[in-house]
């Protein structure tokens, strides 16, 4: 749950701030049961719960009329688990900080680029486990180039690429994933309507003699009324 407020404080300039409740459960269930009736059926619940609370802020400023650049953080508060009615530990909601800017100067391409890093490392006091959270740079670049029209319609076509550090590791070395991308945008209803159809090509890799590799397809409408 978050509740935000943003205001225009001038007029190339937008900020907004927003603070943000975090909770949920897991809840898990163990039974027992035997062949034999002389036996009663076993069973066990327990409920592991979290909550905690964290505050972000962030900023749009558009210098010229064809750039736009973002700036947005968190600060992390307090997060807390419990099972049942007993508190078992507590850690800090991971700090954030990401930069982007959209450049759309050149007839026919837009430009865009961000980079984002997550402290995730503060969490590492919320698990009674070994595993270790680390801290990662996500960072990427993309553009969407005006195709030649077709029957009268254009259709976009956008390339990405995209790399970051994942929150856990692989036999105590970082997990790096590397994303290539390419989509492409089909208009009907004579522009009123889209259909976002994209292919990713995604690997990850470690320090180690590990790797995967993945195809990621996807596909999204926009419709206008």
């Not at 059926?41 to 609370?53: A, E, V, W």
């Amino acid at each position: 749950m978050q509740a935000g407020l943003s205001f225009l404080a001038f007029s190339k300039l937008s900020i907004g701030v927003a603070g943000h409740v975090l909770a949920g459960q897991n809840r898990l269930l163990i039974t027992r049961e035997f062949a034999d009736t002389n036996y009663a059926i076993f069973s066990q619940g327990s409920t592991l719960s979290y909550s905690g609370h964290s505050f972000s802020a962030g900023l749009s400023y558009r210098p010229l009329s064809s750039l736009s650049i973002g700036i947005s953080g968190n600060t992390g508060g307090t997060m807390r688990t419990s099972r049942n009615d007993t508190s078992l530990t507590s850690a800090r909601v991971p700090k954030r900080l990401g930069f982007g800017a959209v450049f759309g100067g050149v007839s026919g391409i837009l430009l865009s680029a961000n980079a984002e890093w997550n402290g995730w490392s503060s969490m590492n006091g919320l698990a009674e486990s070994e595993i270790q959270a680390v801290d990662g740079w996500d960072y990427g670049v993309g553009a969407e180039v005006r195709s030649p029209s077709l029957f009268g319609t254009e259709f976009p076509v956008r390339l990405g690429y995209r790399h970051r550090i994942l929150p856990f590791e692989a036999s105590g070395e970082p997990v790096h994933e590397t994303d290539y991308s390419f989509g492409l945008g089909i208009p009907i209803t004579r522009g009123r309507s889209r259909v976002d159809l994209s292919v990713a090509r995604a690997t990850r890799s470690a320090n180690l003699d590990v790797s995967e590799r993945a195809w990621i397809m996807s596909f999204g409408f926009f419709i206008r009324p």
